[in-house]
């Protein structure tokens, strides 16, 4: 078994891809800043009968969706006792951190009035499905905040050991603060996973109540169940696409052995979600729509062949599964199946009748949301420098 030893990496922050991505990020900015001055209406082509866009299929479902490596990685070590994935709990933490934080501030963006976020905290309406997303993103947030505590610690403390006596007595400090992270760490690690369980489902509980304006290849009772399975089988392809994209990044190789086990669980995960979707196809009779040849049928089909079936398919390959470009290229399908799903979901299936046009997001919409996904990126790039999060495999090309 591999024994964990991340480290900072010894890399230069900005190189030209940093400095693409800080330019995307100002641009984000700058529309910021006209939706807060201008208004919603100002920047978004969102109105009162379509008030759901990207800022939600993207920004925030889909968001949530992807950080669920986090506590899928964190359930496999720590609760089912598969400890030779340690290597991978960090960096997967700090994933689910960063899309969960992606997350609220595009919630933020979104929300007509975000400066009354923190109200549902004291106003309490347990008969919304909302109110028990916002609370549990919002417990489990802090929840991801508290575990990344040990990471800080451990970096605060080598760097301040040397620095005589001051240098000492930081270094004690952190090490007391990193002995009550470790303690209330098992409370925190099953609490996310079930904090997280409740509000991947209820994502999809939001749209049961809109049975008239969700087209029928995607309205089913099943929908909380499909959309946490979906999560739970796209926890650890995250896991895959971030560790190779990372180690490509850092000039380093990733632990294809221990990737390719990893990826042997999502052939029985994603298969389950497989098998879900089809029954469910099967059973309500929704298979009728495929030959419409409209865009919501399309997109659907596009949503499950290529971002499940055929995924599924080649991971059923343990030669893919073993090489860093077909599992990536698996991994990278999955992801872009959940992300269509997400999006069909909130926005290309979402055709109220009170709607006089279809949505289609604006420039500043779009430019928002790759300024904040920049901006996640550019924050991971320092994080990942400046505290040990990423245990190197070995040095060399990860291809």
Known sequence: MMKPNPKPLQVKFWTPGALLLAAIAAGGGVAVLARYTGGIGYVSNLTDARPWGIWIGINVASGVAFAACGFTTAALVHIFGRRRYAPLVRSALLTALLGYTFAVLGLLVEIGRSWAIWKPMFNWNPDSVLFEVAMCVMLYL?????????????????????????GALVAAAA???????????????????????????????????APTKLHPLWYTPLLPLLFLVSAVSLGFPMVVFENVISHRCFHSRPNMNLLAKLSSITVWLLGVYVALKTGDILVRGTWKYFLDGTFQTNSFLLEFVAGAVVPWCM??????????TGLFTASALIIAGVLLNRINVFIV?????????????????????????????LVYRFLVIQLPVITKAGEGASW
Do not use: D, N, W
């Open 349 to 377: 299936g979402y055709t109220p009748s009170v709607s006089k046009t279809a949505y289609f997001p604006s420039p500043a919409e779009m430019l928002i949301t790759a300024g904040l996904i920049a901006t996640l990126l």
């Open 175 to 209: 090490q007391r603060a990193e002995a009550v992270a470790v303690r209330v760490m098992p409370v925190c690690i099953v609490a996310g996973v079930v904090l997280s369980c409740m509000h991947q489902s209820s994502l999809g509980t939001l749209l049961l109540i």
């Open 315 to 324: 991971l059923l390959s343990g030669k893919i599964r073993r090489s860093a």
């Open 142 to 166: 802090s929840v991801l905040y508290i575990e990344f505590i040990p990471v800080v610690v451990a970096r605060l403390r080598s760097a301040t050991a040397p620095r005589g006596r001051t």
